[in-house]
């Protein structure tokens, strides 16, 4: 919904400013019980369970008046997230909304309100007297209901009486403040002097006023303390007296430029030389105008910015240490590209042999060039599919659109291949997956996670072992997913440098079956992408168990 924004002269910006402090938390009493006695007076008119002025807040609807009536389940306090609601479209729309029976609209037939059993809806829209929406005001009924012309009159009537009431309320304590100034005026201005003065004194800069002479008429205290003298002892003196001729001259001719043109010189960044030694400082200057307009000469301030200029600089270290990073990920690319050159020469070698030897091959050994040629494929692909993963996340554009799933479906369903796999080393997977247990999470990047993690575990299981995937509830609305293998194992060394870009932790399978350490990389990220971790605990020759957590749906990413 568009916001309004309110403009005009400085009477209409008071305005706007009392408007601002009419919110739901200062509606008098006196109004509250007269906007009670008109919902009840409606639900027992047009006879419904259900009359509501409804309020609204940060897309959220709040039921702030309830009618006392038989059979109304909504209750002041009642509120919920803007996600279809009968009220959230009108304070959209800004129009009414009259629904006979939701049940039978497709528009309407999933609507929240509908498991309360309400569905014929009549709605208004009640803002503030700056438009902002104040919330609906609304009949609701249990059953299917044709409300009549009478029936939106009366609700039309109603909903400008609260909005009368809102302009009331705005212009009462619109009075009240222009009262209260009108009383405190006289004070402020005959402390107006003093303040100033005090303010000045307490800016950390140095501020001062100088003549078109180069002349001091007034500083601030901060501005005598760097110059370790009173204030009266600088008002009145020339800038020579502080500083160098050419040094004056330099600060001089900046006040002339001021000065002649009338234009304000800001943002300029010098250097100074103080007690303590070179500071920067950011000095602003505008001109010094008589009450006849006339430019008498310059108002600056010069602010300390040392410890910005620092700043820059770790800024300048840190992409320093980007370019570095982006030298080690082409580095880390030329070094994927190596290792593709492998199985493609493998690949290249084996349709070679078949080529030129084919006819004087045995089925045996055809079909063994065969299995070699898929080996190799299988591992091109996977380490082609990991690159591209990588690649598009890298550059931000993997796209992320968590959902809600069940669990155990979903992991069964990523595991297809490396079931096949894992029956061919005769590796046994059991799993201990609540049936009913979900997770909130992108569909691709939880599928991509899972075929990592389970086909590392069977590359790594010697034949005949067995890997378990479990899942369960934590307190902190997450799922703990765990993949625990009867594998190699990994020493500690290992296991420190598993998620390292710029230390190569790729070795063989059990039997032999290539791996390029990218696929865990990938589903650290994945997974934290989420606002979840990733794990491992291991042993060598005792197998190893990768743990992650991912929403469960109930607090969503």
Same mark, same amino acid.
């Given at each position: 919904?568009?916001?309004?924004?309110?403009?005009?002269?400085?009477?209409?910006?008071?305005?706007?400013?009392?408007?601002?402090?009419?919110?739901?938390?200062?509606?008098?009493?006196?109004?509250?019980?007269?906007?009670?006695?008109?919902?009840?007076?409606?639900?027992?008119?047009?006879?419904?369970?259900?009359?509501?002025?409804?309020?609204?807040?940060?897309?959220?609807?709040?039921?702030?008046?309830?009618?006392?009536?038989?059979?109304?389940?909504?209750?002041?306090?009642?509120?919920?997230?803007?996600?279809?609601?009968?009220?959230?479209?009108?304070?959209?729309?800004?129009?009414?909304?009259?629904?006979?029976?939701?049940?039978?609209?497709?528009?309407?037939?999933?609507?929240?309100?509908?498991?309360?059993?309400?569905?014929?809806?009549?709605?208004?829209?009640?803002?503030?007297?700056?438009?902002?929406?104040?919330?609906?005001?609304?009949?609701?009924?249990?059953?299917?209901?044709?409300?009549?012309?009478?029936?939106?009159?009366?609700?039309?009537?109603?909903?400008?009486?609260?909005?009368?009431?809102?302009? %009331?309320?705005?212009? &009462?304590?619109?009075?009240?403040?222009?009262? /209260?100034?009108?009383? =405190? #005026? $006289?004070?402020?201005? @005959?402390?107006?002097?003093?303040?100033?003065?005090?303010?000045?004194?307490?800016?950390?800069?140095?501020?001062?006023?100088?003549?078109?002479?180069?002349?001091?008429?007034?500083?601030?205290?901060? %501005?005598?303390?760097? &110059?370790?003298?009173?204030?009266?002892?600088? /008002?009145?003196?020339? =800038? #020579? $007296?502080?500083?160098? @001729?050419?040094?004056?001259?330099?600060?001089?001719?900046?006040?002339?430029?001021?000065?002649?043109?009338?234009?304000?010189?800001?943002?300029?960044?010098?250097?100074?030389?103080?007690?303590?030694?070179?500071?920067?400082?950011?000095?602003?200057?505008?001109?010094?105008?008589?009450?006849?307009?006339?430019?008498?000469?310059?108002?600056?301030?010069?602010?300390?910015?040392?410890?910005?200029?620092?700043?820059?600089?770790?800024?300048?270290?840190?992409?320093?240490?980007?370019?570095?990073?982006?030298?080690?990920?082409?580095?880390?690319?030329?070094?994927?590209?190596?290792?593709?050159?492998?199985?493609?020469?493998?690949?290249?070698?084996?349709?070679?042999?078949?080529?030129?030897?084919?006819?004087?091959?045995?089925?045996?050994?055809?079909?063994?060039?065969?299995?070699?040629?898929?080996?190799?494929?299988?591992?091109?692909?996977?380490?082609?599919?990991?690159?591209?993963?990588?690649?598009?996340?890298?550059?931000?554009?993997?796209?992320?659109?968590?959902?809600?799933?069940?669990?155990?479906?979903?992991?069964?369903?990523?595991?297809?291949?490396?079931?096949?796999?894992?029956?061919?080393?005769?590796?046994?997977?059991?799993?201990?997956?609540?049936?009913?247990?979900?997770?909130?999470?992108?569909?691709?990047?939880?599928?991509?996670?899972?075929?990592?993690?389970?086909?590392?575990?069977?590359?790594?299981?010697?034949?005949?072992?067995?890997?378990?995937?479990?899942?369960?509830?934590?307190?902190?609305?997450?799922?703990?997913?765990?993949?625990?293998?009867?594998?190699?194992?990994?020493?500690?060394?290992?296991?420190?440098?598993?998620?390292?870009?710029?230390?190569?932790?790729?070795?063989?399978?059990?039997?032999?079956?290539?791996?390029?350490?990218?696929?865990?990389?990938?589903?650290?990220?994945?997974?934290?992408?989420?606002?979840?971790?990733?794990?491992?605990?291991?042993?060598?020759?005792?197998?190893?168990?990768?743990?992650?957590?991912?929403?469960?749906?109930?607090?969503?990413?």
């Amino acid at each position: 919904m568009k916001k309004q924004n309110i403009s005009g002269n400085s009477a209409e910006n008071a305005e706007q400013g009392i408007i601002a402090q009419i919110s739901f938390a200062n509606i008098p009493d006196l109004l509250l019980h007269k906007w009670q006695a008109m919902a009840d007076l409606l639900a027992d008119i047009i006879c419904i369970p259900a009359a509501l002025i409804m309020k609204t807040e940060n897309e959220y609807m709040e039921v702030f008046i309830s009618s006392k009536s038989e059979n109304n389940p909504y209750h002041a306090g009642d509120k919920e997230k803007w996600y279809g609601l009968y009220c959230e479209t009108v304070i959209k729309t800004q129009r009414k909304l009259l629904i006979p029976n939701a049940t039978t609209d497709k528009d309407w037939d999933k609507n929240p309100d509908i498991k309360l059993g309400m569905i014929a809806y009549l709605g208004y829209p009640i803002n503030f007297p700056d438009n902002r929406p104040f919330g609906t005001l609304c009949a609701i009924d249990n059953k299917e209901k044709y409300f009549s012309p009478q029936h939106e009159e009366l609700l039309l009537q109603f909903k400008n009486v609260i909005e009368l009431d809102l302009a %009331f309320l705005e212009k &009462q304590s619109l009075f009240a403040k222009k009262n /209260e100034e009108l009383k =405190l #005026s $006289e004070a402020r201005y @005959k402390t107006l002097s003093s303040q100033l003065e005090a303010i000045l004194d307490h800016i950390p800069g140095l501020v001062f006023y100088k003549d078109s002479k180069n002349n001091f008429i007034r500083v601030n205290k901060y %501005f005598a303390q760097v &110059q370790k003298k009173d204030k009266s002892e600088l /008002e009145g003196r020339n =800038l #020579s $007296e502080l500083y160098t @001729k050419e040094i004056a001259n330099l600060y001089f001719q900046d006040d002339l430029a001021v000065i002649n043109s009338g234009i304000p010189k800001l943002n300029i960044e010098e250097p100074w030389e103080s007690a303590e030694g070179l500071r920067w400082v950011n000095t602003n200057k505008i001109p010094f105008v008589d009450a006849d307009g006339n430019t008498i000469g310059i108002i600056g301030i010069s602010m300390d910015i040392t410890e910005r200029k620092q700043a820059e600089k770790k800024i300048e270290l840190k992409n320093e240490q980007l370019e570095k990073s982006n030298a080690e990920k082409d580095k880390f690319f030329s070094i994927i590209a190596h290792d593709l050159r492998s199985p493609f020469n493998g690949f290249l070698g084996l349709t070679e042999i078949m080529a030129e030897g084919l006819h004087g091959m045995t089925l045996d050994e055809i079909r063994e060039i065969a299995v070699s040629m898929k080996k190799s494929a299988t591992n091109l692909y996977s380490l082609l599919e990991n690159l591209l993963e990588w690649s598009l996340m890298k550059r931000g554009l993997t796209a992320f659109e968590p959902q809600l799933f069940l669990l155990s479906r979903k992991i069964t369903e990523s595991m297809v291949l490396v079931t096949e796999a894992a029956d061919k080393k005769e590796i046994a997977i059991s799993y201990d997956i609540p049936e009913d247990l979900t997770v909130f999470a992108d569909r691709n990047m939880f599928e991509g996670v899972i075929r990592n993690l389970s086909s590392n575990a069977v590359k790594f299981t010697r034949k005949g072992g067995a890997i378990n995937v479990s899942a369960k509830s934590m307190p902190d609305n997450s799922v703990e997913i765990s993949f625990k293998d009867t594998g190699i194992g990994m020493n500690k060394e290992m296991i420190d440098n598993l998620f390292r870009l710029d230390i190569d932790t790729s070795r063989k399978g059990t039997e032999d079956e290539s791996s390029t350490g990218l696929g865990l990389i990938i589903c650290k990220d994945f997974i934290e992408k989420h606002g979840g971790k990733l794990w491992v605990e291991s042993e060598e020759e005792k197998g190893s168990v990768f743990t992650f957590t991912i929403p469960d749906g109930s607090v969503k990413c």
